[in-house]
Nanobody, 119 residues
Framework: QVHLVESGGDLVQPGGSLRLSCAAS????????MNWYRQAPGKQRELVAG???????NYGDSVKGRFTATRDNAKNTLYLQMNSLKPEDTAVYYC?????????????WGQGTQVTVSS
């Protein structure tokens, strides 16, 4: 079965850095677009970063220049390097795997990992 397991969430001070990991299994990782989403209490889920099969990336406006998504297909692992963290980055971060066909979408989600940015 499909598993996406996030790790690396922690409590950090403003201006600090953190690296999240997402370990994937049960599907062909290299054939899926991989994404990071986040959701803070009382707010809508938002896209943080996406990385295509070919390695092209896109980022939400609020994290551009601070966060970097990478993937290691040999290890079936997705990463998110987060620098210059702000209190507004506090949220549960979710790993997502997505593959779009002509008439359907294959979509998988991890359980989430908590990131808290506070003094």
């Amino acid at each position: 079965q499909v598993h996406l397991v996030e790790s690396g969430g922690d409590l950090v001070q403003p201006g600090g850095s953190l690296r999240l990991s997402c370990a994937a299994s049960g599907f062909t990782f290299s054939s899926f677009t991989m994404n990071w989403y986040r959701q803070a209490p009382g707010k809508q889920r938002e896209l943080v970063a996406g990385i295509s099969i070919g390695g092209n990336t896109n980022y939400g406006d609020s994290v551009k220049g601070r966060f970097t998504a990478t993937r290691d297909n040999a290890k079936n692992t997705l990463y998110l390097q987060m620098n210059s963290l702000k209190p507004e980055d506090t949220a549960v971060y979710y790993c997502n795997a997505r593959k779009q066909y002509i008439w359907r979408t294959e979509d998988y989600w991890g359980q989430g990992t908590q990131v808290t940015v506070s003094s």
